[in-house]
């Protein structure tokens, strides 16, 4: 229980920096990944006691989907990789032109029509040099890899309106969610503007001041209604928005550092959140020992089926 809402921590789900959620409606399994552990975790049988499966990779993971036509694309430190089956051979599927030292891969999903999007993210935290990409092999085509945006340092809170007229993408580090119109079929994104800017980060903050930080926008999904759900890292809270912007509820969370919302179970109902406890300091762990855990609960309002890669 946390503020009035029974939040659950599903068991062995532990991880370093607990990314990119998504429920597989043919497998009843919640994916997600641990980024800083280089590793993709799944579950097993019913959310309350599940098991949970580990798969090692050889870098950071920054996001995944599924494939229709079976496995995984995953985004890694240096590329974009397909993978047939569960531990299977990663395939490179593309190639980018930026410095794996300082920048990797970092959130991203499919879109409606199955094209891969996924940004990046400048570690050196030094300028707005990360980018949004996406990967397009449908109906057998080479992949084409096309850039989408950019001016951001940390590419985060991708999501796809449920009309998929407007791409919403955060730059976490700037405190600020983006939209633009989007036409699906042409992929083309215009009419750039502010979704929602938040403050920045007190002078001198720590979690201990409370409400004088909301945090700074994470990983994001969208429900049937249209609303955004962005989880808010060192806010310990989901916030939910309206698609014209407003802000309709708080969802206080019992970690400091959520970093990724999604909604799935077979009704699209219960509302998962992945968290961080890498970096976080040993009296926050104490006060708040599901950190790094999944997190679920139950919600009135449905979520959209995951958007499989197409290839």
């Not at 969208?222 to 989901?238: C, K, P, R, S």
Request: glycine content about 10%; hydrophobic content about 40%.
């Amino acid at each position: 229980m946390h503020n009035g809402r029974m939040w659950h921590n599903l068991d062995d789900s532990l991880s370093a920096l607990g990314e990119s959620p998504f429920w597989h409606p043919q497998e009843r399994s919640l994916y997600w990944l641990d980024i800083a552990g280089c590793a993709l975790l799944r579950t097993r049988g019913d959310i309350a006691d599940a098991i949970v499966e580990r798969w090692a990779l050889p870098s950071e993971p920054g996001c995944v989907a599924p494939a229709r036509r079976g496995g995984l694309v995953i985004a890694l430190r240096d590329g974009i990789y397909r993978a047939r089956e569960w531990g299977g051979a990663l395939v490179r599927m593309a190639d980018f032109d930026y410095d794996t030292r300082t920048m990797r891969f970092n959130d991203g999903k499919c879109d409606p029509r199955g094209r891969f999007w996924a940004g990046t993210l400048n570690e050196a935290k030094d300028g707005p040099t990360a980018r949004l990409y996406c990967l397009d092999a449908r109906d057998g085509i080479a992949p084409r890899v096309t850039e989408m945006a950019g001016d951001a340092t940390t590419a985060n809170g991708l999501a796809f309106s449920p009309d998929e007229r407007t791409v919403y993408w955060s730059d976490t580090a700037a405190h600020v969610v983006r939209a633009w119109d989007w036409d699906a079929e042409t992929n083309a994104m215009r009419n750039p503007r502010v979704f929602h800017q938040f403050a920045a980060k007190p002078a001198g903050w720590t979690p201990d001041d409370g409400a004088s930080y909301a945090g700074r926008p994470d990983g994001a999904t969208v429900d049937t209604n249209g609303h955004y759900w962005v989880a808010m890292y060192e806010g310990a809270q989901l916030l939910r928005f309206t698609p014209e912007g407003e802000w309709v509820e708080s969802l206080p969370l019992p970690v400091q550092c959520p970093t990724m919302p999604c909604l799935g179970g077979d009704d699209l109902r219960t509302l998962f959140v992945t968290s961080a406890r890498r970096g976080r300091p040993d009296a926050e762990l104490a006060v708040r020992p599901a950190s790094g855990s999944v997190l679920w609960t139950r919600v009135a309002t449905p979520g959209l089926p995951v958007h499989f890669f197409e290839d």
